[in-house]
C-alpha cells in the first residue's frame, strides 16, 4: 500500500495554537550563544486540573511541575517553523497552587540539530478556553479570564 500526502486530513482543531503568548526571550540576548535561563509561574486555579501547557520555541526545553520532570522539547522542525508541544496536567496537579518551571537553552550555533537563529520561548497553559497563565506579559485571553505571566529568572555569572 502507496502512502501519499493527500491521504492525510487535517482540521483546525487538531492543530495546537496560542491565544495569548507571545515569544519572549531575556531582553537583549536573543543572539547570546550558550545562554540558560528559567521562565516560571504559579497557577492557583482549580481548573489546572483540566488544563494543557503548550510550548514551542527556538530553545531547547526541560519541563518541570511542581519539582518533577515532565519531559523536554520542543519537537523540531524545519527553519522558520516552530511545532507546538502539548503537555496535558489532568493528574498531575495537586490542589493549590502549581508551579511550572521551565529550563531553556538558546544555544544559536548551527548544527544538524538546532539552528542558529534567535532563541525564544512561547507557552501558555490552557483549561478549556480560559488562558490560566501564558508569556509575554499580556492579559490578552480566550476567555473572559485574565492570564496570570510567566516570569523569567537566569543565574547569575559566576566569577
Known sequence: ??????DMTTT???????????PVWLKGRELERNLFAGFRVVVDDADVQQAVLRLTGSCVYRLFLNGEFLGYGPARGPHGFYRVDEWALQ?????????????VAGYNANSYYLLEQPSFLQAEVVSGNRVLASTGGSRVV???SSATAFSARFPR???
Open 142 to 144: 480566550c476567555g473572559r
Open 12 to 22: 483546525s482543531h487538531d492543530l495546537a495554537a496560542f491565544c495569548s503568548a507571545q
Open 157 to 159: 555569572s559566576i566569577a
Open 1 to 6: 500500500m502507496k502512502f501519499s500526502l493527500s
Open 91 to 103: 493528574g498531575r496537579c495537586r490542589p493549590g497552587a502549581n508551579v511550572i518551571a521551565v529550563e
